[in-house]
């Protein structure tokens, strides 16, 4: 069975820091692409970062870069977003996305609420 789990979400101060978690299990997470999405309150869902498959090399959308930090562990299934110097226009549900052109999988997790504010 796929699941996708995050977790570490919750309430920060501005200037804060935050570690999300993406664990997978029941696929093949070094085959997929693997991205993290948020959707603010009020706007359309917004990509914030994706390691692709076979690489270790993150890219990050630009209001993110130099505050987030996106590493991947394969041996544990885990994806990880470091999230630092916090503004409240981060304030979001992030999700985990993983995707394979190869596998044709396509796959989100149940989403989790970061709120920053004073």
């Known amino acids: 069975q796929v699941q996708l789990v995050e977790s570490g979400g919750g309430v920060v101060q501005p200037g804060g820091s935050l570690r999300l978690s993406c664990e997978a299990s029941g696929f093949d997470f070094t085959l997929y692409d693997v991205s993290w999405y948020r959707h603010p309150p009020g706007q359309s869902r917004e990509f914030v970062a994706v390691?692709?498959?076979?690489?270790?090399?993150?890219n990050y959308a630009d209001s993110v870069k130099g505050r987030f930090t996106f590493s991947k562990d394969n041996a544990k299934n885990t994806a990880y977003l470091q999230m630092n110097s916090l503004k409240p226009e981060d304030t979001a549900v992030y999700y985990c996305?993983?995707?394979?052109?190869?596998?044709?999988?396509?796959?989100w997790g149940q989403g989790t609420q970061v709120t920053v504010s004073s």
């Open positions: 996305h993983v995707a394979s052109a190869k596998t044709g999988g396509n796959f």
């Open positions: 390691i692709f498959a076979g690489r270790n090399t993150p």
